[in-house]
């Protein structure tokens, strides 16, 4: 079992949609939890960092923790074609573990 | 917020050279960094755990001899790639982070290397 799984995706949303992430890590003592986005040919870029239970919040982005079902997602509202990109859910037990990523497309 | 910075961005060299990656923390001081490898459309890997003073942890598969790194300041890892060959192509990216294990790892802009 991986540490931390995506769904690679694709996901395509409309402009202006709500595009939503999810994110299931293994270990029950992960204590931070990540979102970073990756566009094509760059390296990853921290959007969102949370670290206890419910929602955290940033400009169109949320991030949710759900620690009893071990899962962490992240929603995007009011899409742009500028977030298309892959986003890395990562997570931190003893060390940093990223998942393998969900590509997303937002379309014009 | 903290700022790592990798030089240089791209780089083409012959098969047989060696190519000296840079990774430096710019507002902080980072015991440890992180060496990531990337192929076209796939995840991150994670190649070795670069300690400040001591030998880099390397992961499994890959090679120490090959992959050589060196942290010798509080601000600075390299990685140098020995007699690179084709199938060393690839973008390998740093990352450090500032204080704690929980604290979020930051990347450099990565290094696009072509062996020819």
């Known amino acids: 079992q991986k540490e931390v799984e995506q769904n690679s995706g694709p996901l395509s949303v409309p402009e202006g949609a709500i595009a939503s992430l999810n994110c299931t890590y293994s270990d029950r003592g992960s204590q931070s939890f990540f979102w970073y986005r990756q566009y094509s040919g760059k390296s990853p870029e921290l959007i969102m960092s949370?670290?206890?239970?419910g929602d955290k919040e940033d400009g169109r982005f949320t991030a949710q923790l759900n620690k009893a079902s071990q899962y962490v997602s992240l929603l995007i509202r009011d899409s742009q074609p500028s977030d298309s990109a892959t986003y890395l859910c990562a997570v931190t037990g003893n060390q940093f573990y990223f998942g393998t990523g969900t590509s997303l497309t937002v379309i014009p | 917020g903290a700022v790592v910075s990798q030089h240089p961005s791209r780089v083409i060299c012959k098969s047989g050279t060696s190519v000296k990656i840079e990774c430096r923390s710019l507002?902080?001081?980072?015991?440890?960094m992180f060496w990531y490898r990337q192929f076209p459309k796939k995840s991150l890997m994670l190649m070795a755990t670069?300690?400040?003073?001591?030998?880099?942890?390397?992961e499994q598969g890959v090679e120490k001899d090959k992959f050589l790194i060196n942290h010798a300041s509080l601000t600075l890892s390299t990685l140098t790639v020995t007699s690179a060959h084709p199938e060393d192509s690839s973008f390998y990216i740093c990352?450090?982070?500032?204080?704690?294990?929980?604290?979020?790892?930051?990347f450099g802009n990565g290094t696009r290397l072509t062996v020819t």
């Open positions: 990352s450090a982070a500032r204080g704690t294990v929980n604290s979020p790892l930051h």
């Open positions: 949370i670290y206890s239970n």
């Open positions: 507002d902080f001081q980072a015991t440890t």
């Open positions: 670069s300690n400040e003073g001591s030998k880099a942890t390397y």
